[in-house]
């Protein structure tokens, strides 16, 4: 087995550009919609699209948005049909900005409720409500990026707003990007850290995508800003040490793997830095626990 550095997983818009723009199958796989009903909300103008050379749907981040804001009113337990229902409704009412940008919508059990700076009202009725308050909104008001939850008999998923993606959201596209594709996850990491400077993961992800490219001096210096916000992040430290390991600096990267307890490949690459330099009983303690946390 060689070195290789490894990706951290999910984090609990700019201006329309070719270069951030979506096909209708790309959007497909990343927000978890068919393509009919990705081209629905096309259609019926809650997300508005550009047109390629073949006049295919191209969708925007703020598109993309959008529609995951849709996605998880879905997973909020809303149907399909009442999510259409809903948006293509807000579309139409008087007042209403036409991107949706300045709302806050939610799920309250199967209703789809809408907030603005002033008026809390049930999206398909129209009818006016309690104030929901401030909940899912981060500081200074900005909402985050919060998980279903429960909340009295109801169950109640805060979306973010439409024009402003978090850190986190940045961050999270980029995991989706390298799914579908690859060349534009960089971008979206380097949106998430100019949010959020402090943001490891994405630091993380980012310098592995310049390990994996060859740049070593860069991805160096994104793991070492990661450590800098969390210098507990092991999974940083392991990445550092495989950066050492191809440079063969072999005392810094066992530094680094040492720091990385809880990896399997660390201690692989502690047995197997260790067998070379002829410590075999440090190298077989080593490749017992690569064992014990589940390494083949």
């Known amino acids: 087995m060689t070195a290789r550095p490894q990706p951290t997983g999910t984090r609990h818009a700019a201006p329309r550009k070719a270069a951030d723009s979506y096909g209708t199958r790309e959007v497909a796989e990343l927000i978890g919609f068919s393509r009919e009903q990705v081209r629905r909300f096309a259609r019926r103008g809650i997300v508005h699209p550009s047109r390629g050379l073949r006049a295919e749907y191209r969708f925007s981040f703020q598109d993309m948005a959008l529609l995951r804001s849709a996605r998880r009113l879905v997973d909020a337990d809303v149907p399909v049909r009442r999510v259409f229902e809903a948006l293509d409704r807000l579309q139409r009412r008087e007042n209403v900005p036409p991107s949706l940008s ?56 805060t979306v973010v707003e439409i024009n402003t993606l978090s ?110 330099r002829g410590d075999e009983l440090s190298s077989l303690r080593h490749l017992k626990r690569y064992r014990q946390l589940g390494g083949t």
């Open 102 to 157: 300045a709302l806050r919508i939610a799920a309250e059990g199967s209703t789809v409720v809408v907030r603005d700076d002033r008026t809390v009202w049930e999206a398909l009725s129209g009818q006016c409500r309690l104030p929901l308050g401030r909940e899912g909104s981060g500081e200074g008001g900005r909402p985050s990026a919060a998980k279903p939850r429960e909340q009295g008999t109801g169950r109640m998923a």
């Open 167 to 276: 850190s986190d959201d940045w961050y999270n596209l980029g995991l989706d990007m390298e799914e579908v594709d690859p060349s534009r996850a960089p971008e979206a990491y380097r949106r998430s850290i100019a949010l959020d400077p402090a943001n490891a993961d994405a630091h993380v992800n980012l310098g592995r995508l310049y390990q994996i490219g060859g740049d070593l001096k860069r991805a160096k210096r994104h793991y070492r800003q990661a450590l800098d916000s969390v210098p507990e992040h092991e999974l940083a430290c392991y990445n550092m040490g495989t950066v050492f390991d191809e440079l063969e600096e072999s005392d810094l990267a066992l530094d680094y793997y040492r720091r990385a307890a809880s990896i399997p490949d660390a201690h692989y690459n502690l047995a197997r830095i260790f067998g070379l």
